[in-house]
């Protein structure tokens, strides 16, 4: 015997409110406080409610689709981000429409396209930065809410944003290093005017600077790489570092992907890590943990879970301000660095 299908009606007598309440509950719009809310939402996960989505997008005049901008979507960090944003998600009846960006043709494109969107009730960008002040000023002109994850400019003090202290964790990195004895310490992290406008290794690579500075440690001309945004070009700007005769002791990586470059590059070179060169990661990925590598850890999944709150609170009517709220970060030592000499 087949089991009756759930209605809304079920749904609002099992919460004690009314259909319309239920309605309004699950579409996430304004109207309903959050204790009721939340008690409704209880009902449909109780009761398997699934709404009906075609009726709802005609009663609301709403798409009830997200849209997501990323850059490498199947990156780790993105990867993280989205999980958490999806988690926030699993009681809405939103779905997500991810924009994957492979291209710095298609980075213009969606900067262009922001603000005429016709498919989505909110746009939540991960990791993608305004390059300049007319794609800040594209972004305020949107016609749905948008909010940043990872992404920030001067100019941008109209939206919501949640970025890492990234120049903070790179100072944090390097001040370690310098705790352990080592004064020839290397940054091996992305081109400053890469195509795609990455701003955070540009970030870490200042707190890297600004340790040293604080230390009185002039690092060498060639001690701050550069390369392509990739596991084989960080391997081949530490190979270049560390096969020079003052080569540094310590190496600071953008990320941990660049920092298990690093890694190869050492190997290929006969160096032991950490005995003859120290090596820190960033981001604290799955990987790190497997590897044993020392990195800074970043709160990925937290930082997708605020902004798609934040973004969730604009598109329901409430008041958000457009605050820039900053997630700390945090050392995590592993076996991938030692003392000086140890």
């Known amino acids: 015997m087949s089991r009756k299908p759930v209605t809304i009606h079920d749904v609002a007598k099992r919460a004690g409110v009314s259909a319309g309440t239920v309605s309004r509950s699950v ?44 850059p490498f979507f199947t990156s780790a960090p993105v990867s993280a981000r989205l999980n958490g944003a999806v988690g926030v998600l699993a009681n809405s009846p939103y779905d997500l429409i991810i924009h994957s960006i492979q291209t710095p043709e298609q980075r213009e494109s969606c900067f262009e396209l922001i603000p005429h969107r016709r498919q989505a009730d909110g746009v939540l960008i991960i990791s993608v930065s305004p ?32 970025v890492m202290d990234d120049i903070a964790g790179g100072r944090s990195a390097t001040e370690y290093l310098l705790e352990l004895g080592h004064r020839r310490i290397g940054f091996v992290g992305d081109r400053t005017d890469n195509l795609f406008h990455f701003i955070w290794s540009r970030d870490r690579r200042r707190g890297y600077r600004q340790a040293l500075q604080t230390a009185g440690v002039e690092p060498a001309p060639g001690y701050s790489g550069e390369g392509e945004p990739t596991r084989a070009g960080a391997r081949a700007v530490a190979r270049a570092m560390l096969s020079a005769p003052d080569r540094p002791t ?8 660049r920092a298990i470059g690093v890694l190869e590059a050492a190997r290929e070179l006969g160096l032991r890590v950490p005995e003859d060169v120290s090596v820190i990661g960033y981001d604290d990925i799955e ?56």
């Open 250 to 257: 310590a190496i600071v990586a953008a990320n941990d992907t």
């Open 27 to 70: 579409a996430g719009r304004a109207g309903v406080n959050q204790a009721t809310r939340q008690r409704v939402l209880a009902a449909v996960e109780e009761l398997r409610y699934t709404p009906n989505l075609a009726a709802q997008r005609l009663s609301t005049g709403k798409h009830l689709s997200i849209a997501v901008i990323v």
């Open 131 to 162: 390059r300049d002040d007319r794609e800040v000023a594209s972004l305020r002109r949107a016609e749905v809410p948008v909010v940043l994850i990872d992404s920030d400019h001067p100019s941008v003090t109209s939206l919501p944003r949640v």
């Open 287 to 342: 990987i790190a943990e497997l590897i044993g590598l020392t990195t800074i850890r970043q709160p990925l999944c937290r930082s997708g879970q605020r902004g798609m709150q934040l973004l969730l609170e604009r598109m329901c009517g409430e008041s958000v301000e457009p605050v820039r709220e900053i997630l700390p970060v945090e050392l995590v030592v592993r076996g991938t660095t030692a003392r000086l000499g140890a």
